[in-house]
């Protein structure tokens, strides 16, 4: 059973930058695709960025393009969301998700995830 633990999330003023943290165990599988989502109140769970494990493949939705970094450490077991230039509109529950089926990674499907941490809060003030 993969577990997933998130870390790193704030308050930060638009234009600043935030790390997030998941540290992960429990894995069963040589490649995960991992990835970060979010969700705003009212709003559907959308996906971040993924990252395949071991290979190393990402992908982002376009609205963080060029502004979020997804990497993992795999000596820690830890993957990681960069966010720079951070805008009012990422305000929201960021989660950390994993499935072993990678095939599908590069959708950012909420759906097709398994496995998921409890989250962690961005708050972007303008």
């Known amino acids: 059973q993969v577990q997933l633990v998130e870390s790193g999330g704030g308050s930060v003023q638009a234009g600043g930058s935030l790390r997030l943290s998941c540290a992960a165990s429990?894995?069963?599988?040589?490649?995960?695709?991992m990835g970060w989502f979010r969700q705003a109140p009212g709003k559907e769970r959308e996906g971040v960025a993924a990252?395949?494990?071991?290979?190393?493949?990402?992908y982002y939705t376009d609205s963080v393009k060029g502004r979020f970094t997804i990497s993992q450490d795999n000596a820690k077991n830890t993957l990681y969301l960069q966010m720079d230039n951070l805008k009012p509109e990422d305000t929201a529950m960021y989660y950390c998700a994993a499935d072993p089926v990678t095939g599908y990674c590069y959708t950012l499907n909420f759906q097709l995830f398994d496995y998921w941490g409890q989250g962690t809060q961005v708050t972007v003030s303008s």
């Open positions: 429990g894995y069963t599988y040589s490649t995960y695709c």
């Open positions: 990252i395949i494990t071991g290979g190393g493949s990402t």
